[in-house]
């Protein structure tokens, strides 16, 4: 190893974390991708998973592996006791109030199409608004169109600055008397923004507007506590912190999803069925029809508690550092311009590099082993915003390296030679 590695490390394990370490937890990692060692950086699109998650699923699977809150013997009831251990610990997570408040879904974008849904179908009617911002991903624009559509309900939408912030004057001017719902980012897929949610969530509550905050890209970067913040709704993806695909969360209040008829009909919502009537089922049977993700919910309590105990805000300093170096590196290379320059930013540098497409950056890159995304994130309206049709992405998890960065800098800085 070279020394200028073993400084760099060191400095890591003085932050007080040994990325080193971190990386033998996950598997993938040591693979080697056509030929050189996979670096991954498109953390924003999946994560990569622990040897403990693995491990929870491989042990549920092995041994436990039942449907839940139907059976009567022995696997059916460890289960069913693991299956609502993971919503204690996912309540835990959240610092929400009740179990009852805490829906699995598959991941953030059923979570916002359940709330479109239910809430909009008790709530919503023609005349109404929504109130969005210009920075959100498609899965929380798109289900508030379709409820518009159906209801002849008007989407407004909060403008962005060309840093990438909510211009949250123009936010506030957005908030009248025939809004029915604020739902906004708490971090941005596309820029990296972190959104002043505290600011956008007392804005909207001192008229009386209930709050749904898409917390896809915040759950796994930032400490998240929804009865400090207050917001009516919660959202976000599993897979996104370090767990499996196909769970998710819906944090909701109890006061409102009570009162919200169900999303699904099926097995498990129902308290009784004739063919005269149905009486649903008790928070949060209510809103999980069918059989769930039972492993995913388990292998989504092992990764909280694999980031519990790395600790939210040592991980959050940490990424911070990283972002920092993987924005000065990038910005020196000729011709890049970084889309997302926020004040507050978490774990994305998203740029273009004049002249040479988002795509080609993309495909150069994948032929030294770096995974990085690259193309509209999900998020048109960002790119045309900024006037660009597709931005290349980096976007970091706590167990990448400054040396990776480096790295990618170093690939990048030939992709500018190669094409002048
Ligand atoms: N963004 C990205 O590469 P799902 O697909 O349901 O797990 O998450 C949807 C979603 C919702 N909100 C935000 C802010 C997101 O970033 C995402 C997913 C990925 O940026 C895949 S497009």
């Not at 971090?187 to 709050?211: D, E």
């Not at 002249?355 to 048109?380: F, K, S, W």
Request: with cysteine; glycine share 8%; hydrophobic share 40%.
């Amino acid at each position: 190893m070279r020394a200028e590695n073993i400084t760099l490390e060191s400095r890591s394990v003085s932050l007080g974390f040994d990325v080193e370490r971190i990386r033998q937890d996950f598997p993938i990692l040591k693979q080697k991708i056509k030929g050189k060692t996979l670096i991954y950086l498109d953390n924003a699109a999946t994560t990569q998973k622990p040897e403990a998650v693995l491990e929870a699923l491989r042990r549920y699977y092995t041994s436990k592996n039942s449907n839940v809150h139907r059976g009567v013997h022995w696997l059916s009831e460890q289960a069913t006791r693991d299956y609502e251990a993971a919503r204690h610990r996912v309540k835990s997570f959240l610092n929400a109030g009740s179990e009852h408040e805490i829906i699995f879904v598959r991941g953030a974008t059923e979570a916002i199409n359940l709330v479109a849904h239910s809430f909009g179908r008790k709530w919503v009617q023609a005349g109404d608004e929504i109130v969005i911002s210009a920075m959100e991903h498609h899965s929380n624009i798109v289900p508030w169109q379709i409820l518009c559509e159906e209801k002849g309900a008007a989407l407004r939408v909060a403008p962005i600055n060309d840093e990438g912030e909510m211009v949250l004057e123009e936010y506030e001017k957005l908030l009248n008397s025939r809004t029915r719902l604020v739902a906004v980012t708490h971090v941005s897929n596309a820029l990296g923004t972190v959104n002043p949610i505290r600011s956008i969530i007392q804005a909207a509550h001192s008229k009386g507007i209930p709050v749904l905050i898409d917390g896809a890209q915040a759950a796994p970067h930032l400490k998240v506590d929804v009865q400090e913040l207050g917001c009516e709704f919660y959202v976000f993806s599993g897979h996104k912190i370090y767990g499996p695909t196909g769970i998710g969360v819906l944090y909701g209040k109890e006061r409102l999803l009570d009162q919200m008829p169900p999303y699904q009909g099926g097995g498990e919502m129902i308290r009784s069925v004739t063919f005269q009537k149905t009486i649903y089922n008790q928070l949060p049977y209510k809103f999980e029809a069918g059989t769930p993700h039972i492993a995913g919910a388990i292998g989504l309590a092992a990764a909280i508690d694999y980031v519990n105990a790395l600790g939210l805000e040592t991980v959050a300093h940490y990424e911070q550092m990283l972002l920092a170096h993987a924005t000065e590196a990038l910005a020196a290379v000729r011709g890049v311009r970084i889309i997302g320059t926020a004040q507050d930013k978490a774990a994305v540098v998203s740029f273009v590099l004049d002249g040479v497409h988002a795509h080609d950056v993309g495909t150069i890159l994948d032929q030294q082993g770096i995974a990085i995304r690259a193309g509209h994130h999900c998020a048109m309206p960002v790119m045309e915003r900024f006037g660009v049709s597709a931005t290349a992405r980096v976007s970091l998890a706590f167990y990448n390296t400054r040396q990776e960065i480096d790295a990618v800098a170093a690939s990048i800085h030939k992709v500018r030679e190669v094409f002048g």
